[in-house]
């Protein structure tokens, strides 16, 4: 019991650090990589508040996902929708008092995991049904494809068949905050369930998954179309047109 808690501890810390730490630095390498040329897909918006908006609707509504097509927009949003469900409904576990807020949206966080392992399942289909996808898809897409469906799919066994002991789970987790570890309950699906969220955290910053905070940087949907207004310069070329 006492290994098993004490490489658990080890483990999310580790992935905790690898996880920021590599988030932070491909963040700080996105922001500085120069954007030499105005290529916004058109039709873009023409201001800034425009920009926001147009961002807005890709962060939420899959706006470009949608109308390339529709099968896909449907699962990937079931996926990312479902997922953000189950993340509010586990953040019971790090706070107490948990907020309102969360407490109300728990019933709903069960059927965001059923959404999620569906929404999983349409995006690997197509990765074998669809020719010209199954023709680009690597190994590696396969693997975080089944990580996730295998992460929710325990998250739901635990919630439907095989029931743990949420409390101490809870105390675990908040233990990590303060240093003051508790026990964490040997049930193996519950071992096996967080031992893959942890190698998730850890593969983050190196994988595909990076088009979470990519999205907010890429040059064809955070310009602003106004070539013929106003010239656009990439900062290493004005200095050296200055020089």
């Not at 105390?171 to 998730?200: C, K, N, R, T, W």
Request: proline content about 7%.
């Amino acid at each position: 019991m006492a290994f098993l808690t004490n490489f658990y501890v080890f483990l999310f810390y580790f992935a905790a650090f690898v996880l920021v730490a590599g988030l932070a630095r491909k963040i700080i390498q996105y922001a500085r990589t120069p954007a030499p040329l105005k290529i916004p897909t058109t039709p873009a918006p023409t201001t800034g508040r425009g920009v926001v908006f147009r961002m807005m609707r890709e962060v939420v509504l899959f706006e470009s996902l949608f109308r390339g097509n529709k099968w896909t927009w449907i699962f990937g949003w079931m996926f990312h929708f479902g997922l953000l469900l189950v993340t509010l409904r586990h953040l019971r576990y790090f706070i107490e008092p948990v907020w309102f807020p969360i407490q109300l949206v728990q019933p709903f966080g069960i059927y965001g995991g059923i959404a999620m392992v569906v929404g999983l399942a349409g995006l690997w289909a197509r990765r074998f049904l669809v020719d010209r996808v199954k023709y680009i898809t690597s190994t590696s897409d396969h693997l975080i494809l089944g990580l996730l469906v295998a992460i929710g799919c325990t998250g739901l066994l635990m919630k439907f068949v095989f029931h743990v002991d949420v409390v101490e789970i809870k105390h675990f987790f908040q233990g990590l905050y303060s240093y003051d570890i508790e026990p964490l309950p040997a049930d193996p699906l519950l071992l096996l369930h967080l031992f893959l969220v942890a190698m998730l955290m850890i593969i983050f910053p190196y994988s595909k998954l990076l088009h979470a905070p990519g999205l907010f940087f890429s040059p064809t949907r955070n310009q602003v179309d106004n070539p013929r207004e106003q010239r656009h310069i990439a900062p290493w070329a004005r200095k050296l047109e200055r020089s």
